[in-house]
């Protein structure tokens, strides 16, 4: 009993040693918990170490916190800037660049994009426009047509020698005229041969643009002006029919077939300032065509042409012949029927007569309509028809031709069968044919040239189908 009273006090020094030393812990008071409020979404933060508790940054939460509103900026009210790029300054109120404005000071115009003038080229900016350097320096050549010249030979060359020609003689039986200088653009002898030349650009500074030409009515032959394009269309109807094209001529009255140079004239006033090209083409295979002396002028001297582009592709089928618009019987035949012209063939008998042209012409069960033309080629102005006989034969006697007696001056058209005069065929015997029939054969006749007092001889080839009365 003794024993373990005294165990009592010694049990109980224990306890408040351990006590005093935090051995034993008093039980935990619980925390104040604080109100609830959302707490703001943590990223964590990527670390290959694993934070330790003391390591975690406290946070303290915002109470009764009122979100920020979004502020929208005002619009501002500083001024518009031009861009320094903008040399010719801005649009009022924008930052638009201008575009520049070409001063009235620039009769050609300004460099494209800039109020810099362009600068006046003469002659066509180009050199050799009238082929005096015996070459075709400045032209572009297609075809053999323009390049089978050297002299009078069939070798490769340049331009014609006209002087040399008219010395030997070996150009029909009068010689040029009319040409300048010593050089031309030829594609005669060699007829066949087709082809053609382009110029290097140009500008245009003057309000005409002259040359001469010799050339046949074929539509086979032209010359043309073309702006902004350079390359080479090489047939007539695709020249004609450019977009590009704003000038074109094919060969017609007064421009004459051979010998005589005839100096035409294009009014360009509207392409000023442009550049341009001129294209001659020869594509026909039966004749040629001749030019020299491309030229600017302030004033013409030539015969002015059509401003307008004519077409003789595009009839206009109103059947009326407008000669004026272009529109001839061999390509508009809706608007140009017999009488209006004859079809000739490609020199089925040989060389013709280019004195005398068929005007017009219908051919019948009864006989021949016909008028013919003076084109004044030639030294001939005024001509007195003697006789005509229209015939199949090759060689008729000239004692079988039917007079008649007509006087045309050069230019003129005169009526000189009235539709009852008989052709013949080729046993020389009055043709007996149908509405439809073909006829292919020769008009012969006999005339008097007044200015030399010489009588000729001559023919036109036609290829006419019989028509009703």
């Not at 935090?22 to 609830?36: E, R």
Request: hydrophobic share 30%.
């Amino acid at each position: 009993m003794m024993f373990m009273n005294r165990r009592i006090p010694l049990l109980a020094l224990v306890f408040a040693t351990m006590l005093l030393y935090g051995c034993i812990a008093p039980p935990p008071t619980p925390p104040v918990q604080p109100p609830v409020t959302e707490m703001p979404t943590m990223i964590p933060t990527p670390s290959s170490a694993t934070p330790t508790p003391s390591s975690i940054p406290t946070i303290t939460p915002v109470l009764n916190h009122t979100p920020r509103p979004i502020q929208t900026p005002s619009p501002s009210t500083s001024p518009v800037i031009c861009p320094p790029y903008c040399l010719y300054g801005c649009e009022p109120g924008t930052d638009i660049c201008k575009n520049p404005v070409c001063p009235e000071t620039c009769p050609m115009g300004c460099e494209p994009g800039t109020t810099i003038c362009k600068t006046v080229k003469q002659n066509f900016s180009m050199n050799n426009t009238d082929f005096e350097k015996g070459t075709y320096e400045g032209w572009t050549t297609f075809g053999t047509a323009y390049i089978l010249f050297k002299g009078q030979e069939f070798t490769p060359g340049g331009p014609k020698d006209v002087i040399l020609s008219n010395q030997e003689r070996s150009y029909y039986e009068e010689p040029y005229s009319g040409y300048q200088g010593r050089y031309i653009a030829s594609s005669f002898p060699d007829r066949r041969a087709t082809g053609g030349i382009i110029s290097q650009p140009f500008t245009i500074n003057e309000d005409y643009v002259e040359f001469l030409i010799i050339g046949s009515e074929d539509r086979n032959l032209c010359v043309g002006l073309k702006i902004g394009d350079s390359a080479p269309d090489y047939t007539c109807e695709r020249l004609q029919n450019n977009p590009a094209t704003v000038r074109y001529l094919t060969p017609r009255y007064p421009i004459q077939p051979f010998a005589r140079f005839t100096r035409v004239a294009w009014d360009v006033k509207d392409y000023k300032g442009q550049d341009g090209v001129i294209e001659v083409i020869d594509a026909s295979p039966s004749w040629f065509l001749e030019v020299d002396d491309f030229q600017q002028t302030s004033t013409p001297t030539g015969i002015l042409m059509e401003k307008v582009v004519p077409s003789y592709y595009n009839c206009n089928h109103n059947t009326i012949c407008e000669h004026g618009l272009g529109e001839y019987e061999l390509w508009c035949r809706d608007d140009c029927p017999p009488p209006t012209s004859c079809r000739n063939t490609a020199e089925e008998s040989g060389l013709v007569d280019y004195t005398l042209s068929c005007y017009a012409f219908k051919l019948t069960k009864n006989g021949l309509n016909l008028t013919l033309r003076n084109t004044g080629i030639g030294r001939n102005h005024t001509i007195l028809i003697y006789s005509i006989k229209c015939s199949e034969e090759t060689h008729p006697d000239p004692a079988t031709y039917i007079p008649v007696d007509a006087e045309l001056v050069a230019g003129q058209a005169q009526q000189v069968a009235d539709g009852t005069m008989p052709c013949f065929d080729k046993e020389g015997s009055v043709i007996k044919r149908k509405v439809g029939d073909r006829f292919i054969g020769r008009l012969f006749y006999v005339y008097l040239d007044e200015s030399t007092n010489y009588t000729w001889y001559g023919r036109l080839n036609f290829d006419a189908v019989i028509q009703p009365e």
